[in-house]
Every structure is written in structure tokens, then in C-alpha cells.
């Protein structure tokens, strides 16, 4: 009865500003989510990207047109953003797979892809989209499950939140002046070093410039004769201040990372907190 009881007067608070109140305990701390429709194959209609967090003073909605044209990973081209889900299968790939896509399309670390189940969305669709997420919440909260996602993007959908632009590089210049303001000066002696291991040439500083987007620097970008099947992630685990990285770093790869707890070797050899090495898995 008194799970009942919790589910009912949870159920009444979302309605009545509950997940402004779940926002408040968020556990992001600097993250991007993207919102879109799970139907999108064309031009019409638009992506989200919502940067939020608990370190982060201006959250923000940016809002993307999906005619934006858009260089896609693995040599496909240019394309419309609009036509990337179908075109690239979207639908039978893992999250951390469309993670990783969109992480390269857009330049940014995608932390979290969610595809809402509204055919075409719009601007003038946000009330809309808020009852979709609302919904969404309470599926979740059927079976015991917080939905952080919901209550970090529902806030953002208010005019004084919302970005409009039809450029990636207005996006990314406002997500890297909101990151650079937060980071102190511990996180930001947190290297790196990046290690192509692969035949495919310009992989290392593609992620070098995602990183180095989000205010991580990247001390040394090298190519290496010995080629790895598998990426792997060498870092010193004791400092938990450069923890803010990893999550950033795996955003960019199709699979999950390999961490090896190993200083010794990105600091004497490279001369960084960390050293990543990518292997044939990540193209």
C-alpha cells in the first residue's frame, strides 16, 4: 500500500511541476542529451540538443532544422540531418552506437539520444512534446525507474531556454563558452594524449577536436605503427577530479571502451594524465 501511496502522489506531482522538481536532483553534471522524432527520414521537422547538468549555470535547448546539412561519419558524405537515422539504420544499433554517430556529426560529446514517438516535431509543437515526455515518465516510474532524462529536458522547453540556429557552429561555440566557465583548474590539468592506431588517417585529431570542444586538453595527437583490434582508455583512476573525461571520451566510440588503470605509461611516454588509443573498432 505504501508503494501504492508513493506512485499515486508521484504520478499527481508530475502534473503539477514534478519533473521541475526531479530536475533540481539531476545527476548529470555537463551533459548533452539530443531529442528527436524516432520517424524522422527527410527535411522536415528538428533535432534538440540539450545541454544540461548540475555544473551548469545557463542550460540550454538548442534546436537544429533537420535540413541542416551535415558530414556523416565512415565516408558516407554530406547529407541532411533529417535523413541520418534511416540512412545509417539507426533503429538496430546500441545507444552507445548513436552516441557515438551524432557525437561526430555534431561535434559535441552526445551523452544520451532520445527519440521521442511524434511523427514530425516543430517549435510550435513543444506543449506537445512535454505531454509525450510526461507520459514517458510515468511508463517509467511503473516500474521503478527514475526518468532523469525527461526531467532534465522538460524545463528546458520555454522561450527563455530555447536556441535557434541553422548552423553547428553557433552550437558549439556556445556549448564550449558555457563548459570553459565551469571548469576549475584541477580539471583542467586533466591531458591527454591520442593514439592512432589504425590505417585510417585523421581519426585522432577528429576526437582531439570533440575533447578539446568540451574543455579537455589534448596535449600530443600521434599515429603509432602497432595496431590495436580493440580502443582502450590508460589513465591514472586515483585522480578523481579528471573523472569528467571518461564519459566524454567514450561518447565518441561505437563500443564500449577498454579503461586500463595505468600512469606510468601516459605519463612517462606522453607526458598526460591519459592516453587513448584508438583501435579498428571505432571506424
Known amino acids: ?29 555537463n551533459n548533452i542529451i539530443l531529442l528527436t522524432s524516432s520517424s524522422i527520414n527527410d527535411d522536415k521537422g528538428i533535432f534538440m540538443l540539450a545541454h544540461v547538468g548540475s555544473e551548469i549555470t545557463e542550460p540550454r535547448l538548442f534546436v537544429l532544422p ?56 516543430t517549435i510550435q509543437k513543444f506543449g506537445r512534446i512535454q505531454q509525450i515526455l ?37 552550437i558549439r561555440k556556445q556549448l564550449q563558452q558555457n563548459v570553459t566557465r565551469t571548469l576549475s583548474r584541477s580539471q583542467l590539468s586533466c591531458t591527454l594524449a591520442i593514439i592512432n592506431t589504425t590505417p585510417k588517417s585523421g581519426l585522432a585529431g577528429e576526437l582531439a577536436a570533440m575533447l578539446e570542444q568540451s574543455g579537455v586538453r589534448v596535449v600530443r595527437i600521434t599515429d603509432s605503427s602497432q595496431e590495436f583490434e580493440r580502443s582502450k582508455f590508460v589513465v591514472d583512476l586515483s585522480r578523481q577530479e579528471c573523472g569528467w573525461v571518461k564519459a566524454l571520451v567514450q561518447s565518441w566510440f561505437f563500443t564500449e571502451l577498454e579503461l586500463v ?22 571506424y
Not at 1 to 28: D, E, H, Q
Not at 147 to 161: K, T
Open 1 to 29: 500500500m505504501i508503494i501504492f501511496g508513493f506512485l499515486a502522489f508521484f504520478t499527481w506531482l508530475l502534473w503539477w511541476r514534478g519533473l521541475y522538481f526531479l530536475n533540481k536532483y539531476t545527476p548529470y553534471e
Open 66 to 121: 533537420a535540413s541542416t546539412l551535415v558530414q556523416l561519419p565512415d565516408d558516407y558524405g554530406e547529407y541532411e540531418l533529417g535523413a541520418v537515422l534511416p540512412l545509417l539504420n539507426l533503429d538496430e544499433k546500441s545507444e552507445a552506437y548513436k552516441r557515438a554517430v551524432f557525437s561526430r556529426i555534431f561535434g559535441v560529446p552526445v551523452s544520451a539520444f532520445l527519440a521521442v514517438s511524434e511523427p514530425t516535431l
Open 134 to 170: 510526461q507520459f514517458a515518465a510515468l511508463k517509467q516510474l511503473r516500474y521503478m525507474q527514475t526518468p532523469w532524462l525527461e526531467a532534465a529536458i522538460v524545463p528546458l522547453l520555454s522561450e527563455r531556454h530555447v536556441v535557434i540556429t541553422n548552423t553547428l557552429e553557433d
Open 261 to 282: 588503470s595505468e600512469s606510468s605509461v601516459a605519463e612517462s611516454e606522453y607526458r598526460a594524465w591519459g592516453a587513448v588509443f584508438i583501435g579498428a573498432d571505432a
